[in-house]
């Protein structure tokens, strides 16, 4: 029997933005192998590189170069267009500050994603998706009608929806209180893990990245360590 392919294959990675006098080496060459079910907590010192390594993971932004392969698609070729379309479905995303479109409610947030992606049922998967986030009450909420922990269950909802195998969490307690930030944790690792999606979270929270069953530790865009747990 053959093992597994990876889900996330990156080899000798690199990004570099801006140039000449203004060109800033971000990630300088980065091998990483992530399995289908892992929970991998990315940390490291501001300005490290971790938003920069999850914006590539996602399909954000594209390698400068090295060899990426993401959920079975070639994410170091691929055009801004291409890599948008790799996406969907794909990845999920789930950031600090939200990102909600204000004049959306909860459910049309969640639910527009997947009808550009040509779900047919969008409307009812956005509804269950967001009963499962505890957010049934609130569907017709705009999310400036939404607290901040809530605007981050309709984010979660959004990012899972879909069924992606990779969900992406760039700091997702970051702008909350600690209890508000331990609560959408929780929901956070339990969706994740019902929807079968494999999470990759940054954070600065040494708690929360014990939660997970690796921790990468990432400094001046290099894999310092990778502890599996
Ligand atoms: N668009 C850009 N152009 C030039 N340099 C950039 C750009 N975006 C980020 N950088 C630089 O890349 C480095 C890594 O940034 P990144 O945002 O990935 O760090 P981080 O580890 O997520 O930090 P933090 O913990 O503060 O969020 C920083 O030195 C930053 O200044
Ligand atoms: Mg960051």
Redesign the pocket.
Known sequence: MTSPAPLISARALTLS??RDAAR?D?LKGLDLDVMAGETVALL?S????????LAVLSGLERASGGVLFVAGADFATLEEDGLATARRGRIGIVLQAFHLLPTMTARENVATPMELAGMTDAMSRAEAELAAVGLAHRLDHYPGQLSGGEQQRVAIARALAPRPALLFADEPTGNLDAATGAAVADLLFDRARQAGATLLM?T?DEALAQRCGRILR?ADGRIASDETR
Do not use: C, Q, T
């Not at 501001?46 to 390594?53: E, I, N, P, R």
């Open positions: 933005l801006g800033v971000i490291g501001s300005g490290s590189g971790k938003s920069s390594l940054v600065h990432l």
